[in-house]
């Protein structure tokens, strides 16, 4: 078996909702990003063995093949779509470390692409000839009565360990002014699309404008809540001997790491995830020199990062989704893109990690 390496990291700026994006296809959002990784590692698209995209809106068809043929990738390459809600993206990099470390590739580009702005209806059609009921969110357990909306989850997780909308406010407005301070690097891992060039949701946030942010569900805010947005994020992920004949920075995947855990309280599954990988690899929360959580919610982060024994100074060092956005199925991948950049730049280890609905933790380990 034999390491795999990430060798090219790139993402589009994420932009809210109905936004500049709006008038994009995923595929559109993902082609640019996947030709600009493999400039910046120097592969030709005909090297290419597979593709593995990330998509949990419904995109239709199979989102990898479009996207493949949209970058201009040969006919031959297939295209693997997977849908594990917002761990689709992180999850997409497992899947080509596995890949890699298995032989089945030796060149994988892998990363997560969703449109909210251009997403499918959705409906639930019945056999007596009811009329079609629309949905906006999925199923995601067998039971109605352990199946929250993601805001009530949040706001049930928040009250379980004691995070006050105060300390959910203070991590948002953390999350802002450090994404605020982070542009010049964060434009080193951006694709320019549509003449966008970096994230527009970012914001000089104040506590003030978070007390005057109306709640939703108890604690839970616009303010300390990510937006729904648009996206695209894709690394290529090569072997040992491939990564030896680039000239590009080469950060190890470590290993992967996905559970399972309670439907209620979804926010809080990748703590088993990050446990367990760190656990796996013998290094403890200390040995880390970044993290990057998903911040879905500020109370899932906060709960994520102190249930773990992370650090919060290493934390979404250029800032988290809440100052982004969030583009469920691409949201995984643009972490391991700035986990990846992070890294480049600082050397170490470090961690990326990601909850999904239904109760499922994703976690992904580098070596800088």
């Keep these: 078996m034999t390491h795999s390496y990430i060798v090219a990291a790139k993402r589009s700026a994420v932009v809210p909702l109905n936004g500049a994006f709006a008038h994009l296809e995923f595929l559109d959002i993902a082609a640019p990003v996947i030709r600009a990784c493999l400039v910046g590692c120097g592969l030709a698209p005909e090297k290419v063995g597979e593709v593995i995209v990330g998509n949990a809106l419904g995109a239709g068809g199979n989102p990898a093949r479009l996207c493949a043929l949209a970058a201009g990738l040969p006919e031959q390459v297939a295209g693997l ?6 761990a689709s993206g992180l999850d997409a990099l497992n899947l080509a470390d596995a890949m890699i470390r298995s032989g089945q590739a030796e060149i994988v580009v892998v990363g997560g692409a969703e449109s909210y702005s251009r997403r499918p209806e959705r409906a639930r059609t019945f056999a007596d000839g009811r ?16 199946d929250p909306d993601m805001h009530v989850a949040a706001d049930a997780l928040a009250t379980e360990h004691g995070i006050t909308r105060a300390a959910q406010d203070a991590w948002a407005v953390q999350s802002h002014d450090r994404a605020l301070k982070a542009r010049a690097r964060l434009a080193r891992e951006l694709v320019t699309i549509g003449g966008i060039t970096k994230d527009p949701f970012t ?20 303010a300390n809540t990510s937006v729904a947005a648009d996206g695209a994020a894709f690394c290529v992920v090569v072997s040992e001997r491939i ?14 790491c996905t559970l399972g855990g309670c439907p209620d309280l979804p926010g809080l599954a990748p703590v088993a995830a990050i446990k367990a990988l760190l656990d796996r690899a013998n290094i403890t929360p200390d040995h880390l020199t970044v993290a ?11 709960a994520c990062v102190t249930e773990s024994g992370l650090n919060p100074e290493i934390v979404n060092p250029g800032g988290g989704s809440l100052a982004r956005g969030h583009p469920i199925g691409a949201s995984g ?32 380990l580098l070596r800088a």
């Design 81 to 86: 779509s997977i849908d594990r809600q917002c």
């Design 292 to 302: 990057e959580i998903m911040e879905a919610y500020a109370a899932q982060a906060i």
């Design 243 to 256: 990564a030896r004949c680039l000239d590009a920075p080469a950060v190890r995947i470590i290993g992967g």
């Design 333 to 364: 991948a643009i972490n391991a893109v700035r986990l990846y950049h992070e890294l480049v730049a600082r050397g170490g280890i470090g961690i990326a990690a990601i909850a999904a609905a239904g109760g499922i933790g994703t976690a992904l």
């Design 203 to 222: 914001r000089a946030l104040s506590p003030g404008l978070c007390a005057r942010s109306r709640a939703m569900v108890g604690t839970i805010t616009p």
């Design 131 to 146: 009329p079609a009921l629309p949905y906006a969110q999925a199923r995601f357990t067998p039971w109605p009565d352990r």
